[in-house]
């Protein structure tokens, strides 16, 4: 299965991912509503553009140095990610970045202005939240 080009996983009570070291050719990879920890085990999808892995229990944001050149679309909303800055540092790396979700983790919680600082720190992103920026923000052109 080295030509698969999307994975759906979602709602298994994977706890750890693993096993998916021969899918160099993913581009698509769905792992919501599951009870992942840590993000591992992907460092051969080097193809990978789209990363799901909300609604987990993860609590930081590494694991993903081999897709800073490729990832556009960032899932990330509803696990227990915790350090807002440490976040936005290691999304800051993603080349290619133009949508993420991060709401619903207690980093954004009590953060009424995370969508204006997210995009001042993220200046590729296009989406933030399901929120197109340029019609939040009123961006001409």
């Known amino acids: 299965m080295k030509n698969l080009?999307?994975?759906?996983?979602?709602?298994?009570?994977?706890?750890?991912?693993?096993?998916?070291?021969?899918?160099a050719g993913l581009?698509?990879?769905?792992?919501q509503q599951n009870a992942i920890t840590k993000i591992e085990g992907l460092s051969t999808l080097t193809e990978l553009t789209t990363l799901d892995i909300?609604?987990?229990?993860?609590?930081?944001?590494?694991?993903l140095a081999s897709q800073r050149d490729t990832l556009?679309?960032?899932?990330?909303?509803?696990?227990?990610?915790?350090?807002?800055?440490?976040?936005?540092?290691?999304?800051?790396?993603?080349?290619?970045?133009?949508?993420v979700y991060i709401a619903?983790?207690?980093?954004v919680k009590g953060?009424?202005?995370y969508l204006e600082v997210v995009k001042s720190?993220?200046?590729r992103v296009e989406q933030?939240?399901?929120?197109m920026l340029k019609q939040l923000f009123n961006f001409k052109g």
């Open 5 to 23: 080009y999307l994975l759906a996983l979602q709602a298994n009570f994977i706890e750890q991912i693993s096993g998916l070291e021969n899918l």
């Open 27 to 31: 581009n698509e990879l769905y792992l």
């Open 54 to 63: 909300a609604y987990n229990k993860l609590t930081e944001v590494t694991g």
């Open 72 to 99: 556009e679309e960032l899932w990330l909303n509803w696990n227990q990610i915790g350090d807002f800055e440490e976040t936005m540092a290691e999304l800051q790396k993603f080349h290619k970045l133009k949508t």
């Open 104 to 107: 619903d983790n207690p980093m």
């Open 111 to 113: 953060h009424s202005s």
């Open 121 to 123: 720190k993220l200046p």
């Open 128 to 131: 933030i939240d399901g929120y």
